[in-house]
């Protein structure tokens, strides 16, 4: 039981280590909002810490980056994530809905329609 203890503590420890610069670039970039309510901080930051905790991820398993510079590119998305978000998903919103056009005029020449 000792045992299973400890490993969870490590466990929570080296999980709440990797989100320290996400939390804190997020929490940089509040000090820039004038004006949020406390919901709208929350959920700033909850974005902020969440992007750029899995972007962090994605990026240390496709390099061998050192840790001093994926904790370096977590801070920073973790501060520009809240504004980013929303932009990004409308540009591969957009990308999306133009796939099947594509497609379409790909394999179905406009002279072969009916």
């Known amino acids: 039981m000792k ?3 400890h490993e969870a503590a490590l466990a ?8 320290i610069p996400s939390a804190l ?13 406390w919901r709208q901080r929350f959920v700033q930051l909850s974005v902020g810490v969440c992007v750029s905790y899995f972007v962090g991820g994605a990026i240390h398993s496709i390099t061998d980056w050192s840790a001093f ?13 809240y504004k980013a978000t929303p932009r990004i998903t409308h ?3 957009e990308r999306v809905a133009e796939i099947p056009a594509a497609l379409i005029d790909r394999f179905l020449p406009r002279g072969d329609r009916s």
Request: hydrophobic letters at 65%.
């Open 12 to 19: 929570t420890s080296a999980f709440v280590a990797g989100l």
């Open 91 to 93: 540009a591969l919103v």
């Open 69 to 81: 510079v994926l904790q370096a590119i977590q801070f920073v998305t973790g501060m520009i994530a």
């Open 3 to 5: 045992h299973l203890i």
């Open 25 to 37: 670039g997020a929490a940089v970039s509040l000090a820039y909002e004038a004006g949020l309510t």
